[in-house]
Nanobody, 124 residues
Framework: QVQLVESGGGSVQAGGSLRLSCVAS????????MGWFRQAPGKERDRVAT????????YYPDSVKGRFTISQDNGKATVYLQMNSLKPEDTAMYYC?????????????????WGQGTQVTVSS
């Protein structure tokens, strides 16, 4: 079955950096969409970044644009999220997600597989 395993979360001070990794197994990695979502307590799950594995096209919301970078290693079926200039409002559980729809979406419901989540805490 498909498994997404995240790593790299932790606690940092504002202005710091973290790098998240997500390794996919049992997944048809090529020409699909993978991404990162985050969810803070009492809030909805929101897209942070997505990448279309076919051509490497990426998307970021304004809240993280210029600070976060999603990348991939096709050979390892792994996506990364480099997070720089972290802010306290970036504090959330971060989830890796993947779909089998050959296109990227902002909606969590359009993703078929999810990792267990990794906590990111940014202190001021």
């Amino acid at each position: 079955q498909v498994q997404l395993v995240e790593s790299g979360g932790g606690s940092v001070q504002a202005g710091g950096s973290l790098r998240l990794s997500c390794v996919a197994s049992g997944y048809a990695y090529s020409n699909n969409c993978m991404g990162w979502f985050r969810q803070a307590p009492g809030k909805e799950r929101d897209r942070v970044a997505t990448i279309y594995t076919g051509d490497g096209g990426t998307y970021y919301p304004d809240s993280v644009k210029g600070r976060f970078t999603i990348s991939q290693d096709n050979g390892k079926a792994t996506v990364y999220l480099q997070m720089n200039s972290l802010k306290p409002e970036d504090t959330a559980m971060y989830y890796c997600a993947a779909n089998r729809r050959r296109w990227c979406s902002w909606r969590p419901s359009d993703f078929d597989y999810w990792g267990q989540g990794t906590q990111v805490t940014v202190s001021s």
